[in-house]
């Protein structure tokens, strides 16, 4: 089970900007988690983390969460003291309006708001058009222009207010769950194989730059050269009105985590993982994956001469908005996973399809 202890941390990354490119404060928490329970802690020239256990044995697992999260980038500011606004990450433009927001400065956070023109002010063709980044602008109270420069640069990162939700049945709600949930399972599953011996030489990755083109995971990867790579991320869940199950698959909160299951997935691992949740009675659901995947598991796959790759998911309704929600249930069961296969992984042990 998830002690206090895990989920404080976890709240603290919930509540850390990390939007991509500027992931600095939340590897400073993951660091510091890390050291208490990993034999060497490095951070890359990239930036990502990297915790090893058991660096010499065999063979090389690596463990990827992203730390990155989408987010927005101060472009312009106009001679009113309004700011304008390009997107890291993709947004659902219409969900920004209104939104509380946070530039990140050099002297600390700067509260503002998204606005656009009101809705009685729009002219009946306009209100029927879907807005552009470029008609909207975050308004942070300044009285000048001048006002803003002293304090924003360009370049700054912007994000909608951080925070975390409690829901019931064990459910969080949150803007930051894409990859929270996941980087959150990788380093819970580092704790709970401390004191504990295993074959394998493990490294738990918190890899930066995976909403702009799985970039940190590539040069971890390539790093660390491993036989298996586990990406672990959230997959969107399909048990909310308009979601087709017949096109998207069945996946509900609540129900275990997601294996994934098609080309980008090593056969012999995926059976693996599902026949330790059987023995140790995890649920966990399996959702097919025609192509690669749009997520770390993609590039863990391709590194090198090829790793034995599992994509796990951690079931999100509403992803890239706000009011993402995952279930704890299944953040606990996916690091339980994790850690078994881990742990029972011996040295020798075969991946060739």
């Known amino acids: ?53 058991n660096p010499g044995g065999r063979p090389r697992i690596l463990l990827d969460g992203h730390c990155d999260h989408i987010g927005l ?5 106009d001679d009113a003291g309004f700011v304008y606004v390009q997107t890291i990450g993709g947004w659902d433009l219409p969900i920004l309006l209104g ?5 990140w400065t050099k002297d600390g956070p700067q509260r503002g708001v998204i606005g656009r023109k009101p809705t009685h002010l729009l002219s009946e063709e ?19 222009a001048d006002e803003v420069k002293r304090a924003v640069r360009i370049g700054d990162p912007v994000t909608v207010e951080l925070g975390v939700r409690e829901l019931p049945n064990r459910r969080l709600s949150g803007p930051k769950l894409d990859n929270t949930a996941g980087l959150f399972v990788v380093l819970e599953a580092l704790k709970r194989l401390s004191g504990k011996p295993f074959d394998a030489a493990l490294f738990v990755v918190s890899a930066v730059q995976e ?15 491993p036989e298996v790579g586990i990406g672990v991320d959230v ?21 275990g985590p997601v294996l994934f299951r098609g080309p980008n997935v090593n056969p012999v691992l995926h059976d693996q993982l599902c026949e330790l949740a059987r023995s ?24 090198r001469s090829g790793v034995a790759t599992a994509a796990i998911g951690i079931p999100n309704r509403y992803m890239h908005t706000p009011v993402e929600i995952v279930s704890l249930d299944d953040i606990d069961t996916a690091a339980e996973l994790v850690a078994a296969l881990v742990e029972t992984t011996v040295a020798g042990a075969s991946f060739t399809p």
């Open 1 to 53: 089970m998830i002690d206090q202890k895990s989920r404080s941390f976890l709240d603290q990354l919930l509540v850390t900007p990390s939007p991509s490119g500027y992931e600095q404060q939340v590897q400073a928490l993951v660091r510091d988690f890390a050291r208490e329970y990993a034999d060497e802690v490095r951070t890359d020239l990239h930036g990502n983390v990297i915790a090893a256990r």
């Open 73 to 77: 980038m101060v472009q312009h500011v």
């Open 99 to 103: 939104r509380a927001v946070v530039v």
């Open 126 to 144: 306009d209100r029927k058009k879907m807005p552009k980044i470029t008609d909207l602008w975050v308004d942070l109270g300044a009285a000048s």
């Open 211 to 225: 909403e702009i083109g799985l970039r940190g995971a590539t040069t971890a990867a390539h790093g660390v050269d």
């Open 235 to 255: 997959t969107h869940a399909t048990d909310c009105p308009t979601i087709d199950r017949r096109e998207h698959g069945t996946v509900d909160l609540g129900k």
């Open 280 to 303: 140790r009675s995890l649920p966990y659901q399996v959702k097919g994956a025609p192509r690669g995947t749009p997520n770390d598991a993609n590039v863990l796959q391709l590194t």
